[in-house]
């Protein structure tokens, strides 16, 4: 399989909060995130449709990793998996 990322994912379990207008707030965790973007795990069975952009914050345990929410748009879905990128076109440090 021809591999087209080009930031090198990290596995993680942070706990990811997305918002959108039209489907509210969605819980999940980052099964692994890059400078680019990341893989989440949500808790409810409704995903964005691909291309929808959506509001993302990243907690720790002790606060947010970031206090205002980041743009990401959603790439691919698959099951309860959704891909996500950061849509300002640029790589972000989580």
Known sequence: MDERRRFERRPTSIRVEITHPTFGVMVGYAKDISDGGASVLLDVDVKPPVGTVVNVVFRKVSGAVNEAPVP????????????????SGTPHKI
């Open 72 to 87: 990401m748009k959603v790439m691919h879905h698959h099951r309860n998996l959704i891909g996500l990128m950061f849509s």
